[in-house]
T-cell receptor
């Protein structure tokens, strides 16, 4: 199947700093990418839909100014958590559809101290 | 919007037994139903999916059935092995794999040898 990578795999930062997470498709192109957040022992919750060349669409309750999404190319989307706080600590996962299947990245573990 | 219910939340079986996980969805317009396996600290891995024009699909020890009338779909794992132990998520979308997935809450499967 298709390969989706994320970088970094884990990050620890101080409260108030910003963190950028990259999501990259290695062997296919995607005009749409999705960002999910997963708290411990919980399910995946959709945060936003990233569209190449246009603004992202955010789910209700997700602050667009806090979670900045940039879909710079057909193979790269980035999520920046601005002014991170401890409550933003979570597992962030991106996904990309390839033809008729949606593939997920390995996730990024964010810990805000 | 779409709502996906999944049960049981935990399932323990003996090696060699079968395991069945069931999901129901609310939006009759949903037409794509993937199943993902997630191991601790990793991103979800697609194990099988089914579309609304098919009632059943099988891949070696794994099978999925779909009942559109009742709006439910099930994952069947036969001859379970310890390496099948993981969290399994069902999901649904209204426009194939190209749109965001709505996930069930997950089932923790434990296979003991």
């Amino acid at each position: 199947g298709a390969v989706v990578s994320q970088h970094p795999s884990r990050v620890i930062c101080k409260s108030g700093t910003s963190v950028k997470i990259e999501c990259r498709s290695l062997d296919f192109q995607a005009t749409t990418m999705f960002w999910y957040r997963q708290f411990p022992k919980k399910s995946l919750m959709l945060m936003a839909t990233s569209n190449e060349g246009s603004k992202a669409t955010y789910e209700q309750g997700v602050e667009k100014d806090k979670f900045l999404i940039n879909h710079a190319s057909l193979t790269l989307s980035t999520l920046t958590v601005t002014s991170a706080h401890p409550e933003d600590s979570s597992f962030y996962i991106c996904s990309m559809p390839d033809q008729e299947t949606q593939y997920f990245g390995p996730g990024t573990r964010l810990l805000v101290l | 919007g779409e709502n996906v219910e999944q049960h049981p939340s935990t399932l323990s079986v003996q090696e060699g037994d079968s395991a069945v996980i069931k999901c129901t969805y609310s939006d009759s317009a949903s037409n794509y139903f993937p199943w993902y396996k997630q191991e601790l600290g990793k991103g979800p891995q697609l194990i099988i999916d089914i579309r609304s024009n098919v009632g059943e699909k099988k891949d070696q020890r794994i099978a999925v059935t779909l009942n559109k009338t009742a709006k439910h779909f099930s994952l069947h794992i036969t001859e379970t092995q310890p390496e099948d132990s993981a969290v399994y998520f069902c999901a649904a979308s209204i426009n194939g794999a190209g749109t965001a997935l709505i996930f069930g809450k997950g089932t923790t499967l434990s296979v003991s040898s």
